[in-house]
């Protein structure tokens, strides 16, 4: 069981792997892309169209300005180890 909103949650939380400080850093990156564009960065629909979305798609970034692009494509890697550190 999880909680959260189906479109900030990690990869590795849908997927019932363990999650660490790396899944917060997933779920803010979603946050500041849909604050910066005012779209969900993973799409809408059903919970299972989003939550593949974020398993196996890209995150639509467009619009997302570019001094932020950059830390928010490594804050939504699907690899927990290759997201930036929240420290």
Request: hydrophobic share 45%.
């Amino acid at each position: 069981m999880f909680m959260g909103t189906p479109g900030y949650l990690a990869p590795e939380v849908i997927e019932g792997r363990p999650s660490g400080p790396a899944a917060d850093v997933h779920s803010w990156g979603a946050t500041v892309a849909f604050a910066a564009t005012g779209r969900p960065p993973f799409g809408t629909g059903s919970f299972e169209a989003i939550f593949y979305q974020i398993v196996h798609g890209q995150p639509d970034l467009a619009g997302v300005p570019a001094p932020l692009l950059q830390l928010v494509v490594r804050a939504l890697a699907r690899d927990p180890a290759r997201r930036p550190a929240a420290t």
